[in-house]
């Protein structure tokens, strides 16, 4: 498996809320992802990172941020965090020999209230 | 627009049948597709992926067929075990597109023993 860690793995907010979420990988690799995962919409790009500092929006970035300091750490920040942004969220990562196929965190569940 | 379909949101087969998921996109750009396996609580873990390139790509009890013309793949899985029991999702990628991926909504497998 893909040394892939996401933290924490559950959390429970309040609407207006900052919240950031980590992700942490040990295989070096140059490109990560953020995703969100919702029922009948399966997995939708948030925002990905393609090396330290360099990131991009993706399907549904708005009220996200991200921000990539060193190869290994990946955050999600939700500044104001919303109901609709509960959801259950996803790092990826890719690189290596194999840049096509993207490998999965194990997740974050969180509820905004 | 959702670029990639899973038009079936449940299959049940048997134990020791064949699987058979389907997959359509619409985006003639899509160069490279990949199914992940994803139990509940846990991250989408790569099955199986095939490039444009290729017609037919096989792993084990797990075939990936992909038919251009159609835009359409498919996902075999023979012969299907209890352990195969998942949510599958397909996903697309083209080469320009910095590796992201869009996925479809996901097929939720049951094998009865």
């Known amino acids: 498996d893909a040394g892939i860690t996401q933290s924490p793995r559950h959390k429970v907010t309040e609407t207006g809320t900052p919240v950031t979420l980590r992700c942490h990988q040990t295989e070096n690799h140059r490109y990560m992802y953020w995703y969100r995962q919702d029922p009948g919409h399966g997995l939708r790009l948030i925002h990905y990172?393609?090396?330290?500092?360099?990131?991009d929006k993706g399907e549904v970035s708005d009220g996200y941020s991200v921000s990539r300091s060193k190869t290994e750490d990946f955050l999600l920040t939700l500044e104001s965090a919303t109901s609709s942004q509960t959801s259950v969220y996803f790092c990826?990562?890719?690189?290596?020999?194999?840049?096509?196929?993207?490998?999965f965190g194990p997740g974050t569940r969180l509820l905004v209230l | 627009d959702q670029q990639v379909k899973q038009n079936s949101p449940s299959l049940s087969v048997q134990e020791g049948r064949i699987s058979i998921l389907n997959c359509d996109y619409t985006n003639s750009m899509f160069d490279y597709f990949l199914w992940y396996k994803k139990y509940p609580a846990e991250g989408p873990t790569f099955l199986i992926s095939?490039?444009?390139?290729?017609d037919k790509n096989e792993d084990g009890r797990f075939t990936v067929f992909l038919n251009k013309s159609a835009k359409h793949l498919s996902l075999h899985i023979v012969p299907s075990q209890p352990g195969d029991s998942a949510v599958y999702f397909c996903a697309a990628s083209a080469y320009n597109q910095g590796g992201k991926l869009i996925f479809g909504q996901g097929t939720e497998l049951s094998v009865k023993p």
């Open positions: 990826a990562i890719s690189g290596g020999d194999d840049q096509e196929t993207q490998y």
């Open positions: 095939i490039s444009s390139i290729k």
């Open positions: 990172s393609y090396g330290v500092k360099d990131t």
